[in-house]
């Protein structure tokens, strides 16, 4: 069974930057098909990035400049970097992959 574990979260202070981490391990997955949520606190859970089918990524338009996906497939690790982060970026991050979800990781940013 797929375990997804994040990490990485943190206070921040606006316009500062984070990188988050998911690491994969057990089961079968792909890391092309893995993607990153977000949820705010009251707010429904929300795509943030992924990686399609073809390797390329897709990016939610509030992500789009800012954000970027990447990935180590040697560690079976993705990576969310999270630049010029805002006050709305603060949610719990998650990392998704098919039915799979982590436990997330909290950003808070915040002055």
């Known amino acids: 069974q797929v375990q997804l574990v994040e990490s990485g979260g943190g206070l921040v202070q606006p316009g500062g930057s984070l990188r988050l981490s998911c690491v994969a391990s057990?089961?079968?997955?792909?890391?092309?098909?893995m993607a990153w949520y977000r949820q705010a606190p009251g707010k429904a859970r929300e795509f943030v990035a992924r990686?399609?089918?073809?390797?390329?990524?897709d990016y939610a338009d509030f992500a789009k400049g800012r954000f970027t996906i990447s990935r180590d497939n040697a560690k079976n690790t993705m990576y969310l970097q999270m630049n010029s982060l805002k006050p709305g970026d603060t949610a719990v991050y998650y990392c998704?992959?098919?039915?799979?979800w982590g436990q997330g990781t909290l950003v808070t940013v915040s002055s």
């Open positions: 057990g089961g079968t997955f792909s890391i092309s098909a």
């Open positions: 990686f399609t089918g073809s390797l390329r990524t």
């Open positions: 998704n992959s098919g039915f799979t």
